[in-house]
């Protein structure tokens, strides 16, 4: 019977289901990480196409691995955790010898080229709220507002606009009882010198052009930034300090030994020293975090065109991103650009929104003030 209903269960089914069922507890997401190595015996070595919006502007492919190599670093994924690690690693001298990055489709496939587009402070545990030590929450929201200006001074320095904003972001409080736990929030963390706020509602709505939200917490050092030209930016900066990046070149095997031995499908071998696993959800194709990851969806859909008469109905004159904490669904407005937006929906993260200065917007629901599209 098992048998039946996995033949009659297609994988993609699964993993929806399991990614709802996830979404709303810790023990939903302990429950899949225990049973999908059961229930998905054999992962398949398929790698969906990024056909995102943001993908339009990824650049372009590097030919495959033709050759056994041998390398003093190998970095298995090209997104932007598998780039900037590769780039680092020899812009600071770390590694002076062979540094090599083989990703399985091409740079920006995963993650990294299909997301909401924002650049925040801290990680996504301790944004816009503090753990039990305040003095590492702050050591890593510092470090993290610094990334997000030498993001910025990399642009510049290889002149390569990847729209990188860093203007802040608001999180919202949606309703009267969020605005004490907002202003509690703010007086804690600015005792312990963070540079937030508290915003009243009559400020919010100047700056966001609604009247849905009661006040905000709003961070400095927070932004946007076009994914697709920031995995540009990073694979143009990872090339220029001489790491040699071959795309649509997949890893099938990590073998360990004296010198860990990567076999790849078209037959090749990287022979190296050390192994930078950088492949996210994607680790478990390679047998790596079966049991420590949970699969989840993102939606993106985009706007026609939008008139200026509708971009002033929107009242969004700050450009502010801003973001309400979601239990289960989420959504991300972004502008992508001119006349047009994009927005995200993911379980379970938080909600996030920006003017669409450019004309456009990216939406899962339709942002405030704005009429519904294509007019009726």
């Given at each position: 019977?098992?048998?039946?209903?996995?033949k009659?269960?297609?994988?993609?089914r699964?993993l929806?289901?399991?990614?709802?069922?996830?979404?709303?507890?810790?023990?939903?997401?302990?429950?899949?990480?225990?049973?999908?190595?059961?229930?998905?015996?054999e992962?398949?070595?398929?790698f969906?196409?990024?056909?995102?919006?943001?993908?339009?502007a990824?650049p372009?492919?590097?030919?495959?691995?033709?050759?056994d190599l041998e390398a003093?670093?190998?970095?298995?994924?090209?997104?932007f955790?598998?780039?900037?690690?590769?780039?680092?690693?020899r812009?600071?001298g770390?590694?002076?010898?062979?540094v090599?990055?083989?990703?399985?489709?091409?740079?920006?496939?995963?993650?990294s080229?299909?997301?909401?587009?924002?650049?925040?402070?801290?990680?996504?545990?301790?944004?816009?709220?503090?753990?039990?030590?305040?003095?590492?929450?702050?050591?890593?929201?510092?470090?993290?507002?610094?990334?997000?200006?030498?993001?910025?001074?990399?642009?510049?320095t290889?002149?390569?606009?990847?729209?990188?904003?860093q203007?802040?972001?608001l999180?919202?409080?949606?309703?009267?009882?969020?605005?004490?736990?907002?202003?509690?929030?703010?007086?804690?963390?600015?005792?312990?010198?963070f540079?937030?706020?508290?915003?009243?509602?009559?400020?919010?709505v100047?700056?966001?052009?609604?009247?849905?939200?009661?006040?905000?917490?709003?961070?400095?050092?927070?932004?946007?930034?076009?994914?697709?030209k920031?995995?540009?930016?990073?694979?143009?900066?990872?090339e220029?300090?001489?790491?040699?990046?071959?795309?649509?070149?997949q890893?099938?095997?990590?073998?360990?030994?004296?010198?860990?031995?990567?076999?790849?499908?078209?037959?090749?071998?990287?022979?190296?020293?050390?192994?930078?696993?950088?492949?996210?959800?994607?680790?478990?194709?390679?047998?790596?975090?079966?049991?420590?990851?949970?699969?989840?969806?993102?939606?993106?859909?985009?706007?026609?065109?939008?008139?200026?008469?509708?971009?002033s109905?929107l009242?969004?004159k700050s450009?502010?991103?801003?973001?309400?904490?979601?239990p289960i669904?989420?959504?991300?407005?972004?502008?992508?650009?001119?006349?047009?937006?994009s927005?995200?929906?993911r379980?379970?993260m938080r909600?996030?929104?920006?003017?669409p200065?450019?004309n456009?917007?990216?939406?899962?629901?339709?942002?405030?003030?704005?009429?519904?599209?294509?007019?009726?």
């Amino acid at each position: 019977m098992a048998e039946n209903v996995r033949k009659k269960s297609s994988r993609r089914r699964f993993l929806k289901t399991t990614a709802i069922a996830g979404a709303g507890s810790a023990a939903g997401a302990v429950a899949v990480n225990a049973v999908s190595p059961y229930v998905l015996p054999e992962e398949r070595r398929v790698f969906e196409p990024n056909h995102s919006y943001w993908a339009r502007a990824l650049p372009p492919v590097n030919p495959p691995l033709q050759q056994d190599l041998e390398a003093e670093v190998a970095v298995i994924g090209g997104g932007f955790a598998g780039l900037s690690t590769a780039y680092y690693l020899r812009k600071d001298g770390a590694i002076k010898g062979r540094v090599v990055l083989l990703e399985a489709e091409r740079c920006g496939n995963g993650a990294s080229g299909r997301n909401g587009a924002m650049i925040l402070t801290s990680t996504a545990d301790r944004y816009m709220q503090l753990s039990g030590t305040p003095e590492l929450d702050k050591r890593i929201y510092d470090l993290t507002a610094e990334n997000i200006r030498e993001f910025k001074e990399l642009s510049a320095t290889l002149r390569m606009d990847t729209e990188i904003e860093q203007n802040g972001a608001l999180q919202v409080c949606n309703a009267k009882e969020d605005v004490e736990k907002a202003r509690d929030y703010v007086e804690r963390a600015r005792a312990a010198n963070f540079p937030c706020e508290f915003w009243e509602k009559e400020k919010v709505v100047e700056a966001l052009g609604t009247q849905a939200y009661e006040g905000a917490c709003f961070d400095p050092n927070s932004g946007q930034v076009h994914p697709g030209k920031l995995v540009g930016l990073f694979k143009a900066a990872t090339e220029s300090v001489g790491v040699e990046i071959f795309e649509q070149t997949q890893v099938l095997h990590v073998h360990e030994g004296e010198r860990l031995a990567l076999t790849t499908r078209n037959g090749r071998t990287v022979r190296a020293r050390s192994v930078v696993l950088a492949t996210n959800a994607y680790s478990s194709k390679l047998g790596f975090l079966r049991r420590a990851a949970t699969p989840v969806f993102d939606y993106v859909r985009i706007t026609a065109p939008l008139s200026d008469a509708e971009l002033s109905a929107l009242g969004w004159k700050s450009r502010l991103p801003s973001a309400r904490p979601c239990p289960i669904t989420a959504e991300t407005w972004v502008p992508i650009s001119r006349r047009r937006s994009s927005s995200i929906g993911r379980p379970p993260m938080r909600c996030l929104s920006v003017n669409p200065s450019r004309n456009s917007m990216a939406m899962k629901a339709t942002p405030p003030n704005l009429p519904p599209w294509p007019p009726r």
